[in-house]
Structure formats: C-alpha cells, structure tokens
C-alpha cells in the first residue's frame, strides 16, 4: 500500500503565494508520474499540472504555478504564486506508483485547502 500525505495548504491573500507539497511513502518500486488536481463543492476535479515525462499545467494556472519533484524524497511540490479568489478549492495530489510486485497503481493524497481572499 502507499500513502500521500500533503501539506502547505492555508488562507492567503489574492496575489500572494503557497506552497504545497505531497509525500509518498510505502511500497514503492518507482513513481511514474505525479500530479495535482482540484475540487471545488459540485464540480469535477480537475488537473492544475502534472509532472513525469515532461511536465503540464491547465490554462488557467500557466505562468503562476509551478509542479516539481523532489525523486529522492518521492514528493511533489507546487508552487502558487500570484493567488487568485478562483484559485480557492481543495487540492489533491496523486500519483501513478510501481510496486516492488510490478504493479501499478494510481493513489490520492487526502486533500489540502487552498482559501483565496479577496
């Protein structure tokens, strides 16, 4: 089994800056890939950027965030700079992992909010 566990959520003000992180620990052969989305109340969740071959970002966010991957520790992090009221969700990150089996599987971390004030 694996594990996320993340962090640096909070309130900001608009314009200011996070920082997120997402660890994974357990069974863990190799990380593929590794990503954050997020949800707001009713809507779908959504990719904000993902990082493994080559790293993604959605539009809204391009230019503000920045994914990084720190392999030796098996985190991730984003960067969130100048904030935005719509940028206000929960954030999940995941990660697509290889057991020592062969396996692979695709885990979540259990959600960080993220508040935007105006």
């Known amino acids: 089994q694996v594990q996320l566990v993340e962090s640096g959520g909070g309130l900001v003000q608009a314009g200011g800056s996070l920082r997120l992180s997402c660890a994974a620990s357990?069974?863990?052969?190799?990380?593929?890939?590794m990503g954050w989305f997020r949800q707001a109340p009713g809507k779908q969740r959504e990719l904000v950027a993902a990082i493994g071959g080559r790293t993604n970002y959605a539009d809204s966010v391009k230019g503000r965030f920045t994914i990084s991957r720190e392999n030796a520790k098996n985190t991730v992090y984003l960067n969130m700079n100048s904030l935005k009221p719509e940028d206000t969700d929960v954030y999940y990150c995941?990660?697509?992992?290889?057991?020592?089996?062969?396996?692979?599987?695709?885990?979540w971390g259990q959600g960080t909010q993220v508040t935007v004030s105006s």
């Open positions: 357990g069974r863990i052969f190799s990380i593929n890939a």
């Open positions: 995941d990660a697509e992992v290889t057991a020592p089996s062969g396996r692979t599987n695709l885990y």
